[in-house]
């Protein structure tokens, strides 16, 4: 029978025009207030996202890479907050004839906020039309941490692993996603005979409950402190390169460490790096190949 994959982003603004009706997608419906708002449009802007995303174009080329890698097997991009929406995805697979949907985050780390939301709109969409198998979490597949341990290796830079914080509730019922992201980067961290790293989260809401940390920016301050002069950051809860590593690492994270005289640097995102779409492949392969352990 016939496959087909939805490969699922957050989704990005495609123009600042669309910034309020994303941020209302995001929110849910509750309320957001308008300084939150106003800052939201100028991060975006200062990003150039003017009249189309650079960073949506980031998921496309991703997606075009690997329909290409696969050969035979159709892919088509489903976003969370954005257009092409998951279930306008979910239809075109359905289109395509396919008896098979493999759904597939581009976010390695499982979490009950993150990824089950993915799962639940793609569910929705196919509407019991094609058998879904669903990548639940791909943080430990050796060839990801592969990609990862090569931008790090050989580096003299204390190496801070990075993924976007959750509010902290998520421990209470007991979710994978702080686990996997240690897990993550301690692969990560052997893989590449790291001398000296850390983990801290990043880009967290202000949403009025306390979310996971500590964040970078205090983590910074904190490792200046220790006596650390150099950082590498290496955000593993990530794949592209959007606005939470262009803004949030690229300017805030790096204004502080400019400000604390730290020298500081990020790794290339693996975006549509030719290495990263054959990881990606491999998962599609292997969930058509064994449904059930996927
Ligand atoms: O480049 C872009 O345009 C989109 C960048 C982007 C990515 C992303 C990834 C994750 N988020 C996760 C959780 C939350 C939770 C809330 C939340 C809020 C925002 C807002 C923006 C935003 N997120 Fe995001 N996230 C990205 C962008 N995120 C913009 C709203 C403004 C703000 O709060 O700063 C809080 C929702 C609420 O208010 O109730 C929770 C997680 C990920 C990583 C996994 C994934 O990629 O799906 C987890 C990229």
């Known amino acids: 029978m016939s496959a087909a994959v939805v490969l699922m982003a957050y989704g990005s603004p495609e123009r600042l025009a669309d910034v309020p009706a994303y941020y209302a997608d995001i929110r849910g419906g509750r309320t957001i207030r308008a300084e939150l708002l106003d800052d939201l449009v100028e991060r975006y802007r200062a990003l150039g996202i003017e009249d189309e995303s650079p960073l949506n174009a980031i998921t496309e080329e991703t997606r075009a890479a690997l329909e290409r890698e696969l050969g035979d097997v159709p892919v088509f991009t489903g976003m969370k907050h954005w257009t092409p929406h998951i279930a306008e995805a979910a239809d075109r697979a359905v289109a395509s004839g396919a008896g098979t949907v493999v759904g597939l985050v581009l976010a390695p780390h499982y979490s009950s906020m993150s990824i089950a939301g993915y799962r639940e709109q793609l569910e929705e969409g196919l509407a019991g039309r094609a058998e879904l198998v669903f990548v639940e979490s791909w943080h430990d597949e050796p060839r990801f941490v592969d990609v990862l341990a090569d931008r790090v290796r050989g580096t003299d830079a204390h190496v801070v692993f990075t993924a976007h914080s959750l509010p902290q509730r998520i421990l209470e019922t007991g979710d994978p996603y702080k686990d996997q ?89 693996p975006n549509a790096d030719r290495v990263f779409v054959a990881v990606l492949a491999g998962l599609v392969r292997r969930a058509l190949a064994v449904p059930s352990e996927a």
């Not at 920016?217 to 590498?232: K, Q, S």
């Not at 949030?248 to 460490?257: G, R, S, V």
Request: proline share 3%.
């Open 181 to 269: 992201l240690l897990e993550t980067s301690q692969l990560i961290a052997e893989r590449a005979a790291l001398a000296s790293w850390t983990f801290s989260f990043q880009s967290e809401s202000q949403t009025g409950e306390p979310w996971l940390g500590p964040d970078i920016i205090d983590h910074l301050e904190d490792l200046h402190g220790r006596g650390v002069r150099d950082v590498l950051v290496c955000p593993v809860g990530f794949v592209a390169d959007h606005l939470e590593i262009r803004w949030d690492l690229d300017h805030e994270a790096a204004e502080k460490a400019q400000e604390l005289g730290l020298g500081f640097a990020r790794i290339e995102m």
